[in-house]
């Protein structure tokens, strides 16, 4: 395997988190350094943002100024773990990154794409993940199973501001991931998240594989 920078993206409910978690273990028991890290948060000071964006009223912020909160913890993200993990030889694992920015802010909220880009390239450069696996499911079964979480866990109010978004926004983010991954084919993979956990990863696994050669 040679390829280092890998993340998942996709709508609520897809399950990202929990498949980022069984790729890192995967790597790490093949013998790879790895670091499993997610967005919007991932440093310190990423975090602080973080708790900004997730919790609190739907329109607590203006689209435009949550993407540019997104781009300021993706900027401390970057600089301060991805980049000096790349450099070292890392495998970063992360659980969401730009794609999510272009997907939410951009085809969910209605920031202007160039202006996304823009942002892309200041912050982050001509830099790539190697392999973006996009998680797919129907919103409505998206949202049930990330509503049962969160209130498992007690989070259904201080990290559900994005689940609690109406059904147009969910449908237009899916529909932004999936025009994402077209638009990209040779980094992104598309995988259908109503398949069992075990399923999902032997397929993404078989991927890495096969494109990491």
């Known amino acids: 395997m040679t390829r280092k920078f890998i993340t998942f993206e996709g709508g609520e409910g897809t399950g990202k988190s ?15 350094k790895v670091v ?13 943002i973080r708790d900004l964006l997730v919790s609190g009223a ?8 949550e993407a540019l909160m997104m781009y300021a ?9 991805i980049q000096p993990e790349l450099a ?8 969401r990154f730009a794609d999510s920015s272009m997907a ?7 920031v202007d794409l160039k202006f996304l880009q823009q942002l892309y390239k ?21 949202l049930q199973r990330s509503f049962e979480r969160l209130n498992a866990s007690g989070k259904n109010v201080s990290e ?15 529909n932004g991931f999936l025009e994402i991954a077209r638009m990209n084919p040779d980094r992104c993979i598309v995988i259908d998240a109503t398949k069992s956990l075990q399923l999902i990863h032997q397929k993404i696994v078989s991927f890495l594989d096969e494109k990491s050669s």
């Open 58 to 65: 739907i329109d607590r912020w203006t689209p435009i100024s």
């Open 160 to 174: 559900g501001r994005f689940e609690a978004m109406d059904l147009d926004f969910h449908r237009r983010l899916r």
């Open 88 to 95: 070292k030889g890392t495998w970063v694992i992360c659980d």
């Open 122 to 142: 200041m912050v982050i450069g001509d830099k790539q993940p190697d392999r973006t696996f996009v998680l797919d499911i129907n919103p409505e079964i998206g």
């Open 18 to 32: 929990t498949q980022a978690r069984l790729l890192a273990d995967y790597l790490i028991q093949q013998g790879h």
């Open 36 to 48: 499993l890290t997610r967005e919007p948060g991932g440093s310190p000071g990423a975090e602080i």
């Open 104 to 110: 939410y802010q951009g085809y969910g909220r209605g």
């Open 73 to 81: 913890a993706r900027a401390d993200h970057w600089q301060n773990l």
